[in-house]
Every structure is written in structure tokens, then in C-alpha cells.
């Protein structure tokens, strides 16, 4: 499965951007899906987490009620509506893929984005 990040930026304080993940290859529908970002000098985080359907996600508790997590019906497609970005947001966002919903909330991941830059001025 390969997975494809685009939609990253560069935004003030305040704006909103949104992620796009399209993947090809093998049954992505099958997989749980999610964003995980890094930022300089810190360790990868989990952002939020869609389930193989949908129907289920979870997000990290620094941007809940901020973002938004999606899933397209055929299930290849994830985004991620962020909105009220603010300047800790600022990161490498990657896209990521694993077989069960609640392995990958626990990070454990079989398939990654190359990954796209959001930055976030003050």
C-alpha cells in the first residue's frame, strides 16, 4: 500500500488547512487509517485515527475540537480538516495505515506517507 500526503502549508495563526491521504495498492478499505505528525525535536505523535469504515476515530487531546478526521466511502482517501491552526501545530504531518483501529492508535504502523510540512506563523 502506498500512501500519498498533499494540502500541507504554511498559514497564520488562527487559519485552517486541510490534508488530503490517497492510497493505492493492495486493499487500503481494509486498513485503519490516521495522521501522526512530528515536530523539530520532538517524538512522532498520533493526531487522529479513522477506523476501516469510518465509523470510529479518535483524536489526540490537543486538537480535539480542532480538526476533523474523514474517510471517503471506497475507504482510499482520508483528510483532515484543521482549523484554528495555532503555532504548535507546526510539523511534518504523515499519513499512516495499519491493520486494526486500535493497534494503530497505539502507534503501531505498516504503512507510511512520505509526509507533508504545515506551519503554523504566530
Known amino acids: 500500500v502506498q500512501l500519498e500526503e498533499s494540502g500541507g502549508g504554511s498559514v497564520q495563526t488562527g487559519g485552517s488547512l486541510r490534508l488530503s491521504c490517497a492510497a493505492s495498492g493492495g486493499t487500503p478499505s481494509g486498513l485503519a487509517m490516521g495522521w501522526f505528525r512530528q515536530a523539530p525535536g520532538k517524538k512522532r505523535e498520533s493526531v487522529a485515527v479513522?477506523?476501516?469504515?469510518?465509523?470510529?476515530?479518535d483524536y489526540a487531546d490537543s486538537v480535539k475540537g480542532r480538526f476533523i478526521i474523514s474517510r471517503d466511502i471506497a475507504g482510499d482517501t482520508i483528510w483532515l480538516q484543521m482549523n484554528s491552526l495555532k503555532p504548535e501545530d507546526t510539523a511534518v504531518y504523515y499519513c499512516?495505515?495499519?491493520?486494526?483501529?486500535?493497534?494503530?492508535?497505539?502507534?503501531?504502523?505498516?504503512?507510511w506517507g512520505q509526509g507533508t510540512q504545515v506551519t503554523v506563523a504566530s
Open positions: 479513522i477506523s476501516r469504515g469510518g465509523s470510529q476515530s
Open positions: 499512516a495505515a495499519g491493520s486494526r483501529y486500535s493497534t494503530l492508535l497505539a502507534g503501531e504502523i505498516d504503512y
